[in-house]
């Protein structure tokens, strides 16, 4: 019970707050560092890549890894690691920028459904639903066809179908606490709807939204290798690890390396994100122990 | 009959050990009925608890003592020879009817169920059964009524279903853990002489664990008084109530509200009335059907309403649960809204401002609310909920926040230290505390408090009770005072309002009322207080 004394002038928010008592959790602090060395290889790929992604070496083929290139090369003799480091450059943009559209869109529209309630709620939530119903691989073309094929797109068409999801859990967990008195003394205190939504609301619906969000990443670094595939993303010769899983799966018996590399690196991220999720989840809560 | 000697339970958590009880001796003979109370986490009920293994374990552990019971001791048994005392020889009946009814399961059923479990009798003798528990207990209609779900039956009614549950398999010992605690008090008065005839007539044994005194000196020949797991004192239940020996009994005794308001009245009467409610009606339909919605019902929370509240004026509103007296209240804040009627407030009509006008003439009237582990933001700390009203109605810049909330926290009595502390570090008298500083931080004229020290132990009532008075003279607040506690009404308010089924029944200055009550339901509810 030592934060008795400490810095009562300044104090600490609850961001503060849960920044130390992130920091006391080792797990999480593993996940964050393995991601920051991720994202910074990825900003630094142009600079430190041994070779180029289309870089082809047709007469060497398909090798293990050796001492020239580390985790060997693919079919068209193109350096392995050289392309998971590009693709790490795509997957994690398209990973963390439309998981954050999704989050936002979804989170917003969730809250404001649930606490609104009535007639808006079910406004809100029919559009959710109809959205569902959209075959979304067809939707998916029909962008390509009008549009063409470029990242921005690739955002929009992923964060378009993975925000429906946010917005329903975030919906039924306001649900479950508008009713509780806090949320009606703040009405009683004279907040505007907004500031009962941001300040009361969403700060105590995060756990959920982190845990979803944590598992929305990878299934979205997934979902590029498949719209890449219908044409909408990125084209060879760039690649992704969405791709390079995917090519790697087509040859796994007789170049295993090249499902085993990619597919590693995307676990990794994976794990870093559950552990640094669940470490956020926790350090959010005050309830969560403080020993 | 039963005799515990030197109980220690203690639970292991990761911070420490805690000691739930220490120490603990009782005797209990064949017809007796031992009251056990105490205030919230005294310890009363997991003493009862590990007697029938029934505390997890772990982290629960019993470290040392002995529970003799017909010559075997409890303490020694393993889970099968435990199974066949629970429920047989001893039975329990639990605080809340609803949670500890199976709801998916017919009365008649759960009945059978604990009949046959222990008896080897056939299906159609364990329904006869079932039916002459449920006579005993007083429910009407049983051959109708048998094949009903838990909860199609009232609170009352179905404490009553629970206690035939307890009795139907003939026990010889009958653990009641605060089994009218949440029934209203007619309700509750009707309960405890049933427990009692039931008692006198099978000539059970019966520990009672209680907080309420009053229930516990009608009830018990014996009292045994715990605090902090160990037992402060016992005796006879005249011994006790006349000459305690402990402080703490005293203490206990002395928050137990006899006495009428300590104060005059503050009331003035103005013009225009400083609260004047007009002809309230709150109606919530109830719409059914399955494809297109039809109004099937009208529930009727307030109906037909007029009363005034002077300035600076403390209004009690008593009735029993679905008497419509929470709503009354809810209307006036504008959280539910009224299918008409007026609240004048001042002058000025609160159910004709538009959302913006609301918002902003919300810092005029605030509420306290009931339960003060909800009405907190669990991610707030004291400072951010104190400070919010304050920055949010203009009424403090960033600079003088704290100084506003420090002085708050002066008010209510609360540790400055404690301002970056959230909520679930503090117990429930001081989050009432932390409420109460929100309700006020804005200077409103007119506090709506809806049962504030219902959820809170006797002595921590007294203090917030204490409070209260405190802050309205101080202050010079103006008070709707909800409550179905006769006593606290009495010993808080300058008027009483009595309200059943949403419909005002009787009006009058308190201790008026109190001493000459005109209507029948007001005599009843004042009967129904059980007395020391």
């Not at chain 1, 593993?30 to 920051?36: A, D, Q, S």
């Not at chain 1, 350096?79 to 979804?106: C, E, K, N, P």
């Not at chain 2, 199976?102 to 479990?117: F, I």
């Not at chain 2, 009770?465 to 909800?482: C, N, Y």
Request: hydrophobic letters at 45%; one cysteine or more.
């Amino acid at each position: 019970m030592n934060e008795l004394n400490i810095n009562i002038e300044k104090g600490t928010s609850l961001t503060q707050d849960a920044f130390i008592r992130l920091r006391k959790n080792k797990m999480a602090m593993i996940g964050l560092c393995i991601l920051i060395f991720f994202i910074a290889i990825a900003l630094l790929t142009p600079l430190i890549a041994p070779y180029t992604y289309e870089g082809q070496n047709l007469e060497l083929g398909a090798t293990s890894p050796s001492q020239q290139h580390w985790l060997g090369t693919d079919v068209l003799g193109r350096d392995q690691l050289t392309r998971i480091m590009y693709g790490s450059r795509v997957s994690l943009m398209v990973g963390f920028i439309a998981t954050a559209v999704a989050l936002l869109i979804g989170v917003l529209w969730g809250a404001t459904a649930g606490f609104l309630g009535g007639r808006v709620d079910a406004i809100m939530m029919r559009i959710v639903d109809a959205l569902y119903a959209l075959p979304f691989t067809i939707f998916i073309i029909l962008l390509t066809v009008i549009f063409g094929s470029s990242m921005l797109l690739l955002f929009l068409a992923i964060g378009a179908v993975e925000w429906l999801t946010m917005a329903r859990i975030v919906r039924g967990q306001v649900l479950t606490i508008k009713r509780q008195e806090f949320v009606e003394a703040a009405i009683t205190m004279g907040l505007s709807p907004w500031q009962i939504i941001t300040r009361h609301l969403i700060p105590n619906v995060l756990g959920p939204i982190i845990v979803y969000t944590t598992l929305t990443i990878p299934s979205v670094i997934l979902l590029e290798s498949f719209l890449s595939f219908l044409g909408l993303g990125i084209q060879p010769p760039q690649s992704s690890w969405g791709s390079l899983i995917s090519g790697g799966t087509e040859t796994m018996e007789e170049y295993p390396w090249l499902l085993v590399f990619p597919g590693l690196a995307l676990s990794l991220t994976l794990f870093s994100l559950n552990f640094l999720g669940d470490g956020l989840r926790d350090a959010l809560d005050p309830r969560a122990s403080k020993d | 009959m039963l005799s515990v000697k030197n109980l220690r339970v203690v639970f292991n958590t990761r911070n420490g050990t805690t000691v739930a009880v220490d120490d603990l001796s009782f005797e209990l003979n064949a017809g007796e009925v031992l009251g056990i109370v105490g205030e919230s986490g005294s310890g009363k009920s997991v003493a009862c608890y590990s007697l029938l293994g029934l505390i997890p374990m772990p982290p629960g552990k019993i470290e040392k003592g002995s529970a003799e019971f017909l010559e075997q001791d409890l303490l020694r048994m393993n889970e099968a020879e435990l199974r066949k005392i629970r429920g047989h020889k001893i039975s329990m009946i639990f605080q809340d009817p609803m949670t500890s009814l199976n709801p998916y399961m017919r009365v008649v059923d759960q009945l059978m169920e604990s009949v046959q479990e222990h008896h080897p009798v056939s299906r159609k003798e364990a329904r006869q059964r079932a039916i002459n528990a449920l006579n005993e207990v007083g429910i009407r209609d049983v051959e109708v009524r048998i094949d009903d779900y838990p909860h199609q039956f009232s609170g009352g009614m179905r404490q009553r279903v629970m206690i035939a549950m307890a009795l139907i398999t003939e026990p010889q010992l009958l653990i009641a853990d605060e089994p009218t605690t949440a029934l209203d008090v007619t309700v509750q008065a009707q309960i405890l002489t049933l427990i009692k005839n039931l008692q006198k007539t099978r000539n059970l044994a019966v520990i009672f664990i209680t907080h309420d005194l009053g229930v516990a000196a009608q009830m018990a020949n014996h009292i045994l008084v715990m605090e902090k797991g160990k037992v402060v004192e016992q005796g006879t239940t005249e011994q006790i109530f006349k000459t305690p020996t402990q402080a703490y009994t005293q203490k206990l005794l002395s928050a137990v509200l006899t006495t009428a308001k300590p104060t005059a009245s503050l009331a003035e009467i103005t013009e225009p009335p400083f609260l004047q409610i007009k002809q309230l009606k709150t109606y919530f339909p109830q719409f059914g059907g399955a494809f297109i919605k039809r109004l099937i019902s009208v529930v009727k929370g307030v109906d037909d309403i007029s009363l005034t509240i002077n300035r600076g004026e403390i209004l009690g509103v008593v009735g029993e649960s679905g008497s419509g007296k929470s709503t009354l209240g809810r209307s006036i804040m504008r959280l539910v809204d009224a299918q008409s009627g007026e609240i004048l407030l001042e002058g000025k009509d609160l159910r004709t401002f538009s959302l913006h006008e609301l918002q902003k003439s919300r810092r005029d009237f605030q509420m306290i609310f009931q339960d003060p582990y909800a009405s907190l933001n669990p991610r707030m700390t004291v400072f951010d909920a104190l400070a919010e009203p304050l920055l949010i109605h203009g009424l403090a810049t960033d600079e003088n926040v704290l100084t506003q909330v420090n002085q708050l926290m002066d008010d209510v009595g609360l540790d400055r230290r404690f301002i970056r502390k959230y909520p679930h570090e503090f117990s429930g008298g001081q989050r009432q505390r932390i409420a109460i500083a929100r309700a006020i931080a804005l200077k409103p004229k007119l506090i709506i408090a809806d049962e504030p020290v219902s959820a809170l132990d006797v002595t921590i009532r007294a203090q917030i009770l204490a409070l209260l008075l405190e802050l309205t003279r101080k202050h010079r607040l103006t008070m709707l005072f909800i409550s179905h506690d006769m006593s606290v009404v009495r010993y808080l308010c300058d008027r009483v309002v009595v309200m059943q089924n949403g419909k005002l029944v009787e009006e009058g200055a308190t201790e008026q009322l109190f001493a000459a009550p005109k209507e029948v339901y007001t005599q009843q509810l004042l009967a129904a207080i059980p007395r020391l």
